[in-house]
């Protein structure tokens, strides 16, 4: 049997919050994601830390589908 791996890498630029943390769940919901077309999981997201729980995420996925689904579970802001 195969174990669940974890495919996406992800970067985050916070500074010294726990950005990471809080957005730990849905980080490992959006590296679950499976595009419909492609078949391919996201291959990275880069997060930057925002002032007041917001933040930017820079994603690379095999198409625009893929990255919509993927910031649709992580927003932009926790
Ligand atoms: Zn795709």
Do not use: Y
């Amino acid at each position: 049997m195969k174990t669940r791996q974890v495919d996406m890498k992800v970067f985050v630029k916070e500074n010294g919050s726990s950005l990471r943390e809080r957005l730990r769940d849905r980080l490992e919901m959006a590296s679950a994601l499976r595009c419909k077309d492609h078949n391919e999981p996201v291959i990275s997201v880069t997060i930057h830390e925002r002032e007041n729980g917001w933040f930017d995420s820079v994603w690379t996925t095999c198409c625009e589908g893929l990255e919509r689904r993927a910031s649709a579970i992580v927003k932009a802001r926790c």
